[in-house]
């Protein structure tokens, strides 16, 4: 293969696509190999931003063009809403999620998940419960001093509000809000309500450019369009794909290969939740697996928790297609991650690990980002001869 057009839907970050180019040219530069060329950032599309990938693999030159769809202002918007606003939503669909059955529904299938579920709550009440705690004190103190009897219970209000300004001010450090916005967004998406319907365009969008790569594959010789979908974007990435699909009926017919790869997805939570966005979901999901010519691969690592660790997507439906087929589910085989010194947010290893899918060197049996996307093997021929992980819960063994 000589030419390749990877098309990548990022996570529920608001990070520029210049992040994106250094975390894979760095991982490009600690390899013993040549690293490969990678241009500047420069605009694709109207939706998408990139970069070229020059490799040399195996003495044969690769030629790799790299773009991120964006959506990231949808994100940015959403996690960037008053503090009022997101706590009074985010709780309320986090104990919506609880009552519906969805959390019963995701420790049916895998714990981790269904454990990272309390981890924004915890926080939260672990922030205000400490300042509440500090303003008794400060109020009871104060009322040995001869303040009124009514000080510590002041010490307390005004503590529970430190507390709650304090896990604003260490975000970067414990991602207590963002984890929270980021269960409300997907359990929005699952209902259709705001912000699903803004996202709903972008993936029209993303499904043309994805078309129009397509058609123009054969002019611009390119061998395989390859999908990526990293956490949130796993979601997206696969909708895309899907109407894609329905727009153009021959779109995997051989103009050039058409793969789909799915990375620590966290699109799970969508389907254990249930309703009309995740019912859409499902009929996608359905629509890719159930292609004959499409190679869908979904890595994930058990002790990644953002993401459904080695469980078919297919599993997650409420109706699953037992007519479709399931994607190939393998493991990352990583567990442990350094901290990104560029990137304060990735100190908290679990945030670390969740982003080491796209920077993770080759180890035997695990799975190498880099070479995938500038690699002379298409996604099919890498991973045709890989079984499904021994510990992979599928719908169909």
Same mark, same amino acid.
């Given at each position: 293969? =000589? #030419?390749?057009?990877?098309?990548?839907?990022?996570?529920?970050?608001? $990070?520029?696509?210049?992040?994106?180019?250094? !975390?894979? $040219?760095?991982?490009?530069?600690?390899?013993?190999?040549?690293?490969?060329?990678?241009?500047?950032?420069?605009?694709?599309?109207?939706?998408?931003?990139?970069?070229?990938? +020059?490799?040399?693999?195996?003495?044969?030159?690769?030629? +790799?063009? &790299?773009?991120?769809?964006?959506?990231?202002?949808?994100?940015?918007? /959403?996690?960037?809403?008053?503090?009022?606003?997101?706590?009074?939503?985010?709780?309320?669909?986090?104990?919506?999620?609880?009552?519906?059955?969805? !959390? #019963?529904?995701?420790?049916?299938?895998?714990? %981790?998940?269904?454990? !990272?579920?309390?981890?924004?709550?915890?926080?939260?009440?672990?922030?205000?419960?400490?300042?509440?705690?500090?303003?008794?004190?400060?109020?009871?103190?104060?009322?040995?001093?001869?303040?009124?009897?009514?000080?510590?219970?002041?010490?307390?209000?005004?503590?529970?509000?430190?507390?709650?300004?304090?896990?604003?001010?260490?975000?970067?450090?414990?991602?207590?809000?963002?984890?929270?916005?980021?269960?409300?967004?997907?359990?929005?998406?699952?209902?259709?309500?705001?912000?699903?319907?803004?996202?709903?365009? #972008? @993936?029209?969008?993303?499904?043309?450019?994805? $078309?129009?790569?397509?058609?123009?594959?054969?002019?611009? *010789?390119?061998?395989?369009?390859?999908?990526?979908?990293?956490?949130?974007?796993? !979601?997206?990435?696969?909708?895309?794909?899907?109407?894609?699909?329905?727009?153009? @009926?021959?779109?995997? %017919?051989?103009?050039?290969?058409?793969?789909?790869? +799915?990375?620590?997805? @966290?699109?799970?939570?969508?389907?254990?939740?249930?309703? @009309?966005? $995740?019912?859409?979901?499902?009929?996608?999901?359905? #629509?890719?697996?159930?292609?004959?010519?499409?190679? /869908?691969?979904?890595?994930?690592?058990?002790?990644? /928790? &953002?993401?459904?660790?080695?469980?078919?997507?297919?599993?997650?439906?409420?109706?699953?297609?037992?007519?479709?087929?399931?994607? *190939?589910?393998?493991?990352? =085989?990583?567990? *442990?991650? =350094?901290?990104?010194?560029?990137?304060?947010?990735?100190?908290?290893?679990?945030? %670390?690990?969740?982003?080491?899918?796209?920077?993770?060197?080759?180890?035997?049996?695990? &799975?190498?980002?880099?070479?995938?996307?500038?690699?002379?093997?298409?996604?099919?021929?890498? &991973?045709?001869?890989?079984?499904?992980?021994?510990?992979?819960?599928?719908?169909?063994?």
């Amino acid at each position: 293969m =000589k #030419r390749r057009r990877v098309l990548y839907a990022h996570g529920f970050d608001p $990070a520029t696509a210049e992040r994106y180019r250094r !975390l894979i $040219a760095r991982s490009g530069a600690e390899r013993d190999s040549a690293p490969p060329v990678i241009s500047p950032v420069a605009q694709m599309s109207d939706v998408s931003e990139g970069w070229r990938i +020059t490799a040399d693999a195996n003495g044969e030159r690769v030629e +790799t063009v &790299f773009e991120i769809l964006r959506y990231e202002d949808i994100v940015r918007q /959403w996690r960037n809403r008053h503090l009022h606003k997101r706590l009074w939503s985010g709780l309320g669909g986090w104990f919506g999620f609880i009552f519906n059955g969805g !959390l #019963r529904r995701v420790f049916a299938v895998s714990k %981790g998940p269904g454990g !990272l579920f309390f981890y924004p709550v915890l926080m939260l009440a672990l922030f205000i419960g400490l300042g509440v705690f500090a303003g008794r004190m400060a109020g009871v103190g104060a009322e040995m001093l001869g303040a009124p009897d009514w000080a510590s219970q002041v010490g307390r209000v005004i503590g529970a509000l430190v507390g709650l300004f304090l896990s604003v001010r260490f975000e970067r450090a414990f991602f207590t809000h963002l984890m929270l916005s980021l269960f409300d967004f997907l359990f929005k998406i699952a209902k259709e309500e705001f912000p699903s319907g803004r996202l709903e365009m #972008r @993936v029209e969008l993303f499904a043309h450019r994805i $078309a129009e790569c397509v058609r123009s594959a054969q002019e611009k *010789k390119v061998d395989e369009i390859l999908i990526v979908g990293h956490s949130l974007g796993g !979601l997206v990435a696969t909708r895309a794909l899907a109407r894609a699909m329905e727009q153009d @009926v021959d779109l995997t %017919g051989g103009r050039a290969k058409v793969s789909l790869l +799915t990375l620590g997805s @966290v699109a799970g939570y969508v389907s254990c939740h249930g309703g @009309v966005g $995740a019912d859409r979901y499902a009929m996608d999901v359905a #629509r890719v697996a159930s292609d004959e010519d499409m190679t /869908w691969v979904d890595v994930s690592a058990p002790r990644d /928790w &953002f993401s459904f660790g080695l469980v078919d997507p297919l599993l997650l439906l409420t109706d699953p297609p037992l007519e479709a087929r399931s994607p *190939k589910v393998i493991s990352a =085989k990583f567990g *442990k991650s =350094k901290p990104d010194p560029d990137d304060k947010r990735t100190r908290f290893r679990a945030m %670390g690990l969740h982003m080491k899918y796209l920077s993770a060197p080759d180890q035997e049996g695990g &799975f190498d980002f880099l070479a995938v996307i500038s690699g002379e093997l298409t996604l099919k021929e890498r &991973f045709e001869g890989r079984r499904n992980s021994p510990r992979a819960k599928m719908l169909v063994q």
